[in-house]
């Protein structure tokens, strides 16, 4: 009764606590090995972990010690890639070093091909750094960089690598992720706080899982912890980002603004049909795939992953493939289970009556070219490190997708006294000067040009990117004034369209038009390319030779040229 | 001056004003005929009247002199009836007498106000078109007597050029000779006089002349106008601008003529019936917004 | 004492001697006393010399006097001012007959955009309000209202001009917004000697670009400008891009019309007089006004000057007053939709010649080929020739405007600030594959979303559900990016948001067409349960409106007619087959001759 009287509770509250403090107490340290007692309640990590709590956050010789002073020395998080080995190594060597080499861990997709396309290295391919030490690690950028090719390493390490297995990242909403293994099988929520038993933990202070719980079951809400953005797994979701201008920031239903998560708000398009019908993305994407098998890889194109034929079918596939987890046979029917959600689907077959399907050309075809409904489009991507102080010509473009940006122009903008920029390195943790910002030319996502992935197949392709790269030196002098970068071979331009699979498949194909005598899937261009604007909708050749754009020939087919 | 004679300092003004009061009449008297001569009361006055101020030599000092010693004039001659009103003086006088000095009071304002309309700028064209507009309300007779005052087209400034520099001086100085004879033999006034507006003319600009065909929205009357200026906006023209002004001097005028508590009863009549003009006057200085208001 | 008196006497006038010698003595005396400090001012032009005009007669003031601040009382800076426009330009002995046809012009009334306002606002069906009345009025209106007054009234001929820095101090100003050239210059230092501003008729398209920016945009995609997402980019040394635009807008470079890329027109080599500045009546509407369509250049009608009369010797004295165009006196010139004179289109023998208002170059005019295939074939009657040559139109969907009663913000007309904050934000631009639909004179043209959300805050900051209000509007007009090529076949045909559905995947399934949006209109958290692209659903429902009485989406039979012909193209390309010269011969035939070849794919359409 007490408890439930609003007005007498925090008289009681206070009563107590006047009752603890009163006492003159010997400062008595607390022996932080009695884990239990404060964190009552705390849930099992899961069936196969039953161990005590040392087992997994004392280092060996801490475990040993009857008497622990300090709370620091507990190792929040075992798997984190400095301690797996030592933790989880013991039954999970194999795991481990898989995962090692698994493009989640390498980050060799992003680093290579950002290299190359900058300077920094003659190739993309066979990979040469990666963000561990599976292959050469990242190297810093020079003192005082001078090209595109001293830079790229700063800016990889400050924008593209703020998503990998060795950092958390800028800790904001929908952005919550512990490192290592716990980064995908320890699920947090998008506000990153707690909702388990346990007692000692604040539910209100962000940064914990949502539950002390290794999991295998892992939501999609996990994957796009990393996968936002305007990058594959956002659009399965049907999310596309905003622009960036405060002119964006708009408000809507009810007069409140656009949530803000992935540190900005987005546009809600169609969702893949596969999201639609609620299945999660571990549901295609195996553990060999996500986790390694051993093989080091250059990019993510290349690693081997379940194929649409292998659920519906195919040209030359008559029937699904039955070896294939959750795919079952019934009165000549084929059902899709999924483990995960535990629903059965039944499945679509490839029908070759389709008149699109009947085209014998069109074997040649990603099923994504067609099916893809939309996908992201963003065009020329200009991006400035500053050393120097300026925030205000930055005012109407705060929200850059990236929070820690977001954090530090608002504050530096309402302040007399500036700071220098400053912006966390996500490889090493530390703060360094400078800051990178980061503007579009426009964003589409209505076009799609073709080009042919490294199977020779005609696939949707995406700028990825086209730089414009400037340094602004902590002096104010313009070391490089919108430098577009040059390849490290020399072959062409540091830009590149990527051939890639949309996440946002339409159980129907877009229609014959959208291909077919269409400038844009031609690589054309918007208007022909012909003012300094749309002639970034003009393809770039892809980064590894394998892949390539539009021949002339096919371009003419295309367009139904004679 | 020397001379003054020793007195209290009520009786000092009594003394002083009539005599300043004369020699500004003098100063005004030689600017204006100065000022006749270079004076045209045909085709563009507005542009006559500006050359005079801005282009003929010393024509500037002429005009600001005599408008400041007209005023000065004018005024201390109001604060000299005044200074008999309250001291009741008029109770010795006989009705002929006090009118006598009531009358040229009246012919002042007219001079004035004639000389107002002869500026020939916006403000001198709305003050002789509202003049002429009033004296046609007047009943039966409207007509005729506008045709001897003011009437419009190119004779406009013609009229009121005549009353303003002959008939009307004259009758002043027909009206006042006595006071002349007796008062006007102090040169020392005369000197004092004229150098304090010399001082005033040499320092003090004239009010601004408006451009006749100006797009502005404010127009207003002379300051001793703007009373009857604002009652037009509320009253029908022959009310506001005829019959008040007249029973107010017609009362002024008989008060001599009046006896006992009928008298005293007046007597506070107009001193109310002032102040109250004074008011609407302060009023119509400050809080008037918009044009005369002509025709309702 | 006397003695100290007559010194004092003679002393002032020593001083007034002294002071009257001091003073300039002008002689001889000009005709204006303007003309004694301001000696040697520039002419605005030929046609207004000071030498005949002088000052006053434009700038009113006192002409007479030799002092400056006697002088300049009443004096206007800006004659054109539309609140003194009658005694100045529009004097008897000048323009009297201009100055009344332009108080009515949509430029000085804005009456398309208050009445667009109030009958997409308020359901106000027949606002008969402009911009002098609401100068008149303080308090006229509502919410709609308020948005024109603070975010609107900025650009109108009654505007003051110069009240501001920047753009926006340059608009208004009556007759001078488009007759000045205005040179960016700071005050003259000398009073003596300055640059007049220059009157002209050959006004520059600058002129009216500083005003028509904004909303339809025409002035910028004229130009080949499209008003960018606002990244700046790509970056200028350590700064944001420079292509800029007023208020903090940057711009991207997208084709231009072809008049301009091609010929260098200005927006007056089309835009007559008439068209500008009014006819005299008090339209409802630009449309109204606009006295040019693209078949008065490409399929001109002449009238010889000789014969024309009035129309004639206006033509002859407005080329005159052009100064660079070749007098029409022994030529024929051409007529505008309403009939007037278009002097600088001229038949001279047999030879038609544009000749370009800036500086009388004469320009190689096309004929409307009317007979070419493309333009004569069945079923495309009704197209305007924007619907297929205009290539792009700037979109803007989703405008979330936010008005917050607790603060304030300045009203236009008043110049006060007043209660109640209008923000604008958007969802996103697009300038591709303009949407068609039909306008309101019945005829296909491409259209532009404009699409309101207001959101009302109390004076406590809270949301007030009930005045907040949702009006998506598709609203057609001349998007003036006319290219030489058209959209192709299938960009009408076959294309979903062309035909205004909004981007997505149109399929046929079970012989009905069907529809797949791309846009999430519900989970973007518009309150709609369409598209913001949509302009209509599958089944010819509108599903946005229009702002104009009789302008619509297709319907549902247009639609089917539409998809029709998609079909046939991938066989049958060209204009000029046969199965298009009697389509529904054609369509007939193919539907009861089961031999033809056509079938044969036909057959794989239908799964």
Redesign the interface.
């Known amino acids: 009764m007490l408890g439930n009287s609003p007005k007498i509770y925090p008289i009681v509250c206070l009563f107590f606590t006047l009752i603890a403090c009163s006492g003159p107490k010997p400062p008595e340290a607390i022996n932080y090995k009695h884990c239990a007692a404060c964190h009552k309640g705390i849930e099992s990590i899961s069936r196969n972990h039953e161990f005590e709590c040392k087992i997994c956050h004392l280092q060996p010789a801490r475990q040993t010690m009857p008497f622990l002073e300090e709370h620091e020395s507990i190792i929040r998080n075992p798997s984190d890639p400095r301690w797996v080995s030592l933790f989880c190594g013991k039954c999970h060597e194999k795991e481990i070093k898989q995962v090692q080499t698994s493009l989640h861990s390498t980050m060799a997709g992003i680093i290579n091909q950002t290299r190359y396309l900058w300077g920094a290295q003659d190739v993309a391919f066979p990979p040469i750094y990666s963000a561990n030490h599976a292959l050469k690690p990242l190297p810093e950028s020079p003192l005082h960089p001078e090209s595109p090719a001293e830079l790229v390493d700063d800016f990889l390490r400050r924008k593209c690598l703020r998503c990998h297995l060795h950092t958390k990242g800028p800790e904001a909403k929908g952005l919550y992720r512990a490192t290592g293994c716990a980064a995908c099988h320890m699920i947090y929520n998008n506000k990153g706080l707690y909702e388990g038993t346990d007692k000692a933990i604040d539910k209100h202070k962000p940064s914990y899982p949502m539950v002390h719980r290794f999991t295998k079951q892992i939501p999609d809400m996990q994957c796009l912890h990393c996968h936002n953005q305007n990058h594959v797994g956002a659009d399965y979701e049907?999310l596309f980002e905003?622009?960036?201008?405060?002119?964006?920031?708009?408000?809507?239903?009810?007069?409140?603004p656009?949530p803000v998560i992935y540190g900005l708000d987005?546009?809600?398009?169609?969702?893949d049909v596969h999201a639609e019908k609620g299945l999660w993305c571990i549901d295609c994407h195996s553990r060999k795939e996500i986790m390694g098998d051993g093989k080091l890889r250059g990019y993510a194109l290349a690693v081997p992953m379940i194929k649409c034929k292998d659920c519906h079918a195919g040209f030359f596939e008559p029937a699904p493939n039955p070896s294939l987890k959750g795919i079952t046979e019934h009165d000549g029917r084929f059902y899709f289970h999924s483990s995960y959600t535990g629903k059965t689907y039944p499945l679509t077959l490839f029908?070759k009556?389709?008149?699109s399907h009947?085209v014998s050309l069109h074997q040649r075809v990603r099923c994504s070219a067609c099916h893809a409904?939309?996908s992201f489009q963003d065009y020329?991507l200009?991006v400035?490190r500053?050393d120097?102080a300026?925030y205000i010509?930055w005012r109407?473009?705060t929200d850059q997708g990236d929070p820690y940006l977001k954090d530090f122009l608002d504050e530096q903008l309402g302040r007399e006294k500036i700071d220098p920029p400053a912006s966390p390195d996500w490889l090493d943790s530390r703060l360094k000067k400078g800051a990178w910002y980061t503007?579009?030319?426009?964003?589409?996502?209505?076009w799609m040009p073709l080009g042919m992935d490294q199977n020779q197949k005609y696939s949707i392709l995406r700028p990825k990117y086209q730089y414009?790269i400037?340094y602004?030196d902590a002096t104010?002098y313009?070391v490089l004034?919108?430098v577009v970068p040059q390849r490290g071979d020399d072959s062409d331009l540091g830009w590149t369209f990527m051939p890639y699979v949309p996440h946002t498949t339409?159980?129907?194909?877009?229609?014959?038009?959208s291909c077919?005598?269409n400038n844009i899937a031609a690589g054309i261009g918007?208007?022909d390319g012909?003012?300094?604007?749309?002639q970034l909708t003009i393809p770039s050749t892809p980064v590894f030779p394998s892949m390539t754009l539009m021949s002339n020939e096919a371009q003419k087919r295309l367009l139904?040229r004679k | 001056?020397?001379s003054l004679p020793l007195m209290g300092i009520n009786h000092k003004m009594s003394f002083c004003i009539p005599r300043i009061s004369l020699s500004a009449l003098l100063v005004c008297f030689i600017s204006g005929i100065i000022l006749t001569c270079q004076y045209y009361p045909f085709g563009n006055v507005?542009?006559n009247v500006?050359?005079i101020?801005?282009?003929i030599?010393?024509g500037f000092?002429f005009r600001r002199l005599h408008y400041a010693s007209g005023q000065l004039f004018v005024i201390l001659m109001l604060i000299h009836i005044v200074d008999h009103f309250m001291k009741r003086r008029y109770k010795g006088f006989s009705v002929g007498k006090w009118a006598g000095l009531v009358i040229p009071l009246i012919i002042c304002f007219f001079i004035l106000f004639t000389g107002y309309i002869l500026k020939g700028d916006k403000e001198g064209i709305y003050a002789g078109n509202i003049f002429y507009n009033i004296l046609k309300e007047i009943p039966v007779a409207g007509e005729t007597i506008t045709r001897f005052v003011i009437r419009p087209g190119e004779m406009f400034f013609w009229l009121p050029y005549l009353y303003h520099v002959f008939f009307l001086p004259i009758l002043l100085i027909f009206l006042i000779r006595d006071h002349i004879n007796n008062w006007f033999s102090q040169?020392?006034f005369l000197?004092?006089t004229?150098?304090g507006l010399?001082?005033y003319s040499?320092l003090v600009r004239m009010p601004?002349?408006?451009?006749p065909?100006?797009?502005?929205e404010l127009v207003k009357g002379p300051w001793f106008f703007l009373g009857i200026q604002v009652c037009l906006g509320v009253l029908p023209p022959i009310v506001a601008g005829i019959a008040a002004p007249l029973i107010f001097f017609a009362i002024l005028l008989l008060l001599p003529g009046l006896k006992g508590h009928l008298q005293k009863a007046v007597h506070y009549g107009i001193i109310f019936l002032s102040l109250f003009y004074t008011f609407l006057v302060i009023f119509g200085y400050f809080f008037i917004k918009h044009s005369w208001v002509l025709s309702r | 004492?006397?003695r100290i008196?007559?010194l004092?006497?003679l002393s002032?006038?020593t001083?007034?001697i002294y002071?009257?010698n001091r003073r300039s003595k002008i002689l001889p005396?000009p005709t204006e006393?303007c003309l004694s400090c301001h000696k040697s001012v520039s002419d605005p032009d030929t046609s207004h010399p000071i030498s005949a005009f002088g000052c006053y007669s434009c700038h009113?003031?006192?002409?007479?006097?030799?002092?400056k601040?006697?002088g300049h009382?009443?004096m206007?800076k800006n004659p054109g001012d539309l609140?003194?426009v009658g005694?100045t330009c529009g004097q008897a002995k000048c323009h009297p007959d201009i100055v009344p046809r332009v108080k009515k012009s949509i430029m000085a009334t804005n009456r398309g955009i208050i009445k667009t306002l109030e009958y997409r606002w308020e359901k106000i069906e027949n606002s008969n309000k402009d911009v002098e009345y609401l100068m008149a009025k303080e308090n006229a209106g509502g919410l709609a209202i308020d948005q024109y007054r603070k975010m609107c009234g900025g650009c109108h001929l009654w505007k003051k001009r110069g009240d501001r820095q920047g753009e926006i101090g340059k608009r208004g100003g009556g007759c001078s917004d488009c007759h000045i050239i205005d040179k960016d210059r700071k005050e003259p230092i000398d009073v003596t000697k300055f640059q007049h501003p220059e009157i002209t008729t050959r006004i520059p398209s600058e002129n009216c670009v500083k005003c028509h920016n904004r909303s339809a945009r025409m002035g910028l995609s004229y130009f080949?400008k499209f008003e960018?997402?606002?990244?700046?980019?790509?970056?200028?040394?350590?700064?944001?891009n420079q292509r800029r635009l007023s208020g903090?807008r940057f711009y991207?470079?997208?084709?231009a019309d072809i008049h301009y890329a091609k010929a260098d027109m200005t927006c007056i080599d089309c835009h007559t007089e008439t068209g500008v500045m009014g006819d005299g009546t008090r339209h409802e509407y630009m449309e109204g006004q606009v006295d040019i369509t693209c078949r008065s250049c490409h399929d001109p009608l002449f009238t010889s000057v000789k014969e024309a009369g009035e129309a004639g010797d206006l033509a002859v004295k407005l080329a005159f007053l052009n100064k660079k165009i070749d007098i029409p006196q022994e030529a024929k010139v051409g007529r505008s939709k309403k009939g007037k004179p278009m002097y600088n289109l001229q038949k001279r023998g047999d030879q038609i010649v544009f000749y370009r208002k800036k500086d009388g170059a004469p320009i190689e005019l096309k004929i409307f080929p009317e007979k070419k295939p493309h333009h004569s074939m069945a079923g495309h009657e009704r197209l305007s020739c924007q619907s297929c040559h205009s290539?792009?139109i700037p979109q803007c969907y989703?405008c979330?405007i936010?008005y917050r009663k607790d603060l304030v913000q300045k009203d236009w007309l008043s110049g006060e600030k007043t209660p109640g904050q209008f923000r604008?934000?958007?969802?996103?631009i697009?300038f591709?594959k303009p949407t068609l639909g039909i306008n309101a004179s019945g005829m296909v043209a491409p259209f532009s979303p404009c699409q309101v959300?207001v959101?009302?805050?109390d004076r406590k900051g809270d949301?007030v559900?009930e005045e907040?209000l949702n009006t998506l509007t598709m609203t057609s007009f001349d998007p003036h990016t006319t290219q030489k090529g058209s959209r192709?076949c299938?960009d009408c045909h076959?294309?979903p948001?062309s035909l205004g559905f909004g981007?997505?995947?149109?399929?046929k399934?079970e012989k009905e067409w069907?529809f797949?949006?791309?846009?999430?209109a519900?989970?973007?958290?518009?309150?709609i349960d369409f598209p913001l692209d949509a302009f209509v659903d599958i089944n010819g429902k509108p599903a946005q409106l229009t702002s104009r009485k009789g302008a619509r989406p297709f319907n549902q039979e247009e639609i089917g007619k539409i998809l029709d012909v998609d079909g046939c193209?991938?066989c049958h390309?060209r204009y000029e087959d046969k199965i298009y010269e009697d389509f529904k011969q054609s369509r007939r035939r193919f539907e009861t001759e089961k031999d033809l070849p056509c079938w044969e794919?036909a057959r794989?359409?239908t799964?």
Not at chain 1, 506 to 513: F, H, K, L, T
Not at chain 1, 530 to 534: A, G, K, P, R, V
Not at chain 3, 60 to 67: A, E, R, V
Request: include cysteine; charge should be neutral.
């Open positions: 049907g905003h622009d960036y201008s405060k002119t964006y920031r708009s408000r809507t239903t009810g007069g409140a656009l987005q546009h809600h398009l169609a969702r029908s009556e389709t008149l009947s409904q939309w020329g200009s400035i500053e120097y300026d010509k109407k473009l503007g579009w030319r426009f964003r589409r996502w209505e414009f400037s602004v104010g313009v004034d919108n339409s159980p129907v194909g877009r229609s014959c038009e077919h005598l918007v208007f012909s003012t300094i604007d749309t139904l | 001056m020397e507005f542009r500006e050359e101020t801005t282009v030599p010393y000092f040169a020392g000197l004092f004229t150098a010399f001082i040499l601004m002349d408006i451009p065909h100006a797009k502005i | 004492m006397k008196l007559i004092i006497i002032l006038t001083v007034l002071q009257e005396l006393g009113m003031g006192n002409p007479y006097s030799l002092d601040e006697r009382l009443t206007v609140s003194v005694s080949g960018s997402e606002g990244y700046g980019t790509p970056f200028d040394g350590w700064e944001l903090g991207l470079n997208l084709p290539a792009w989703g979330h936010t604008e934000s958007r969802s996103y697009r591709s959300f959101s009302v805050f949301y559900h907040s192709t299938h076959g294309d948001k981007e997505g995947i149109l399929y399934k069907r797949r949006p791309t846009y999430d519900q989970s973007s958290g518009m309150g193209f991938p390309v794919t794989r359409y799964p």
